[in-house]
């Protein structure tokens, strides 16, 4: 079947690191993404990638994927005060359904 | 968000009542989507087009009907609105379909909330 988990808050120091965790069940997803919310708005597509990589690197962002595990993770690094937000990463298929399948996002709250 | 806007905003409706929500974009992409947002839900699919008239269900499908007559314009009509109906609706677009060649992912629209009293 088809699930994507993510833990629900994560609350970390401005300046450190934040790591944003996401599980999910169908390993024939062809994409896997990250998007951000911000309060009041709509999701911005932060980064993907292709399931046939292990790691993409963007500036500030870092994403993990380790297939075996059906484990993805975002790394901010430095994280700043306006990357609060919630986190949702999301995956697609080659099945033809044009669709996507959203995990229930992660709560990041940076601290001063 | 550049290319996609959502109307109306906000909108205050009772129970029995139809309401229509409308996605407008002007990227001319050929993917349209609705999404409701629920806490603890993520986001969940509700209708999608694939064209000009090519509309299919998503998981949550029902109590809702679509149309897409232009390229530019999705609306999402809820026939006669229910409490369980009160969400931010989510409208996106994307130049390939999920999965496909050059599938750069989905732009949003700002939402619509949606109370339904």
């Known amino acids: 079947g088809e699930d994507v988990e993510q833990s629900l808050f994560l609350s970390v120091r401005e300046g450190d690191s934040s790591v944003i965790n996401c599980t999910y069940t169908d390993s024939s997803s062809t994409y896997l993404y990250w998007y951000k919310q911000e309060p009041g708005a709509g999701l911005q597509l932060l980064t993907y990638i292709f399931s046939n990589m292990d790691m993409k690197q963007d500036q500030r962002l870092t994403v993990l994927l380790n297939k075996k595990d059906k484990h993805l993770s975002l790394r901010i690094a430095d994280t700043q005060t306006g990357d609060s937000a919630i986190y949702f990463c999301a995956e697609t298929f080659t099945s033809g359904t044009y669709k996507y399948i959203f995990g229930t996002g992660t709560r990041l709250k940076v601290l001063a | 968000d550049a290319g996609i806007t959502q109307s109306p905003r906000h909108k205050v409706t009772e129970t029995g009542t139809p309401v229509t929500l409308r996605c407008h974009q002007t990227e001319n992409h050929r993917y349209m989507y609705w999404y409701r947002q629920d806490p603890g839900h993520g986001l969940r699919l509700i209708h999608y087009?694939?064209?000009?008239?090519?509309?299919d269900k998503g998981e949550v499908s029902d109590g809702y009907s679509v149309s897409r007559s232009k390229t530019e314009d999705f609306l999402l009509t809820l026939e006669s609105a229910t409490s369980s109906q009160t969400s931010v609706y989510f409208c996106?677009?994307?130049?390939?379909?999920?999965?496909?060649?050059?599938?750069?992912?989905?732009?949003f629209g700002s939402g619509t909330r949606l109370t339904v009293v």
């Open positions: 087009s694939y064209g000009v008239k090519d509309t």
């Open positions: 996106a677009i994307s130049e390939s379909g999920a999965g496909g060649a050059g599938d750069y992912g989905y732009t």
